[in-house]
């Protein structure tokens, strides 16, 4: 089973979607490992974010996420990355398909309202940044042999 962080940014919590957001994940049958509702200091965001330093929207990133709380999980499924990243939709609200999360709360450039992580390598990476192995459980549901094969 692959593994993949999501969490909800800033401007989902503040918007009150948090619920909405992880029902969509549930109902699409994927399974939640890990969570928790933290704030992200400049450190982590700077880890989090390495690749993009330098960038010119990188300070204004650093910024938003550390603006407020996020809710963060480690999400289990197929193909996970792909999956999350499908359901997310484009980076950008105003150009995300309707039925995507970004596509039915997302109006701004800026506020995306979700990170997933965009390969398996950045997951794990992501995963450890924000999660302790402790912190991850291992469990079957009663009828995943129904909606993972």
Same mark, same amino acid.
């Given at each position: 089973?692959?593994?993949?962080?999501? +969490?909800?940014?800033?401007?989902?919590?503040?918007? =009150?979607?948090?619920?909405?957001?992880?029902?969509?994940?549930?109902? @699409?049958?994927?399974?939640?490992?890990?969570? $928790?509702?933290?704030?992200?200091?400049? /450190?982590?965001?700077?880890?989090?974010?390495?690749?993009? @330093?330098? $960038?010119? +929207?990188? !300070? $204004?990133?650093? @910024?938003?996420?550390?603006? %407020?709380?996020?809710?963060?999980?480690?999400? !289990? %499924?197929?193909?996970?990355?792909? &999956? &999350? =990243?499908?359901?997310?939709?484009?980076? +950008?609200?105003?150009?995300?398909?309707?039925?995507?999360? =970004? %596509?039915?709360?997302?109006?701004? $450039?800026?506020?995306?309202?979700?990170?997933?992580?965009?390969?398996?390598?950045?997951?794990?990476? !992501?995963?450890?940044?924000? +999660?302790?192995?402790?912190?991850?459980?291992?469990? /079957?549901?009663?009828?995943?042999?129904?909606?993972?094969?």
């Amino acid at each position: 089973m692959d593994r993949t962080l999501v +969490f909800v940014k800033p401007d989902g919590v503040q918007r =009150r979607l948090i619920g909405r957001i992880i029902s969509r994940l549930e109902d @699409k049958g994927l399974r939640i490992v890990g969570l $928790k509702m933290m704030r992200v200091d400049t /450190a982590l965001a700077e880890r989090h974010y390495a690749e993009h @330093k330098g $960038k010119p +929207f990188y !300070e $204004k990133l650093l @910024k938003f996420v550390t603006a %407020g709380p996020i809710v963060a999980m480690v999400i !289990e %499924g197929n193909d996970i990355v792909a &999956v &999350v =990243r499908k359901m997310m939709g484009k980076t +950008f609200g105003l150009e995300a398909e309707p039925g995507t999360i =970004r %596509g039915d709360f997302g109006a701004a $450039k800026t506020f995306n309202l979700v990170h997933g992580s965009d390969s398996a390598a950045s997951a794990d990476r !992501e995963i450890g940044l924000y +999660f302790r192995p402790e912190e991850i459980l291992q469990y /079957a549901r009663s009828g995943d042999e129904w909606t993972f094969d």
